[in-house]
């Protein structure tokens, strides 16, 4: 069964903290994959990865993903309380199908 | 659990034909169903959101006529693209929201359609 699973489900931290967000999938024949951030409306693409290793940067926050072992990680560092939302994973696969995650929210308090 | 499907995952029909995409919640009842449209360098646009039993709340921009969106039951919302045109060839999405679960949306795999 493919699927997507992050975490944690939930982080809470005060401003400035760093705050890693995993994102761990099994989706039969890998394409991409992708972060949003979700905070009202719909989710605003952050990262689209399809290489190992590769980091991608947008300046606090960053990507990587491993092929290997099957997981991409978010970093955001010094937190800002407009960080706070929802991030969501997601995994393109066979037929360009979708394959969400259920998110993980993060509240950034001052 | 938290299951979202969507059918049909690919459809291609006629200009001036109607297409109808279902999206079902499988093991949860969805009080709240969205429909997104998937644009190029993959960013999402919500396009209406349905509670069940009551009319979808649609964005600005989004003709309700043509996209039609009944959510009559706890477990299935309908999105109708009336008189499609190949401008509406797109990745349709839909998610469901539980009563209890404010942030959680579950997402359904996605409906591509192509209008020729």
């Known amino acids: 069964e493919d699927k997507v699973v992050q975490s944690p489900l939930s982080l809470v931290v005060h401003e400035g903290d760093t705050v890693t967000l995993n994102c761990s999938y099994e989706?039969?024949?890998?394409?991409?994959l992708l972060w949003y951030k979700q905070e009202k409306k719909a989710p605003t693409f952050l990262f689209m990865l399809t290489s190992s290793g590769i980091e991608k940067k947008s300046g606090r926050l960053s990507s990587i993903l491993d092929k290997k072992e099957l997981f991409s990680i978010l970093n955001i560092t010094a937190t800002q309380t407009g960080d706070s939302a929802v991030y969501l994973c997601?995994?393109?696969?066979?037929?360009?199908?979708?394959?969400f995650g259920t998110g993980t929210s993060l509240t950034v308090i001052p | 659990g938290a299951v979202v499907s969507q059918h049909p995952s690919w459809v291609i029909c006629k200009s001036g034909t109607s297409v109808k995409i279902e999206c079902r919640s499988l093991d949860f009842q969805a009080t709240t169903m969205f429909w997104y449209r998937q644009f190029p360098k993959q960013s999402l646009m919500l396009m209406a959101t349905?509670?069940?039993?009551?009319?979808?709340?649609?964005e600005q921009g989004v003709e309700k006529d043509k996209f039609l969106i009944n959510h009559a039951s706890l477990t299935l919302s309908t999105l109708t693209v009336t008189s499609a045109h190949p401008e509406d060839s797109s990745f349709y999405i839909c998610?469901?929201?539980?009563?209890?679960?404010?942030?959680?949306?579950?997402f359904g795999p996605g409906t591509r359609l192509t209008v020729l």
């Open positions: 997601a995994v393109i696969g066979f037929g360009n199908q979708f394959y």
């Open positions: 989706v039969t024949n890998f394409r991409s």
């Open positions: 349905s509670n069940e039993g009551s009319k979808a709340t649609y």
């Open positions: 998610s469901a929201q539980t009563s209890g679960s404010a942030d959680t949306q579950y």
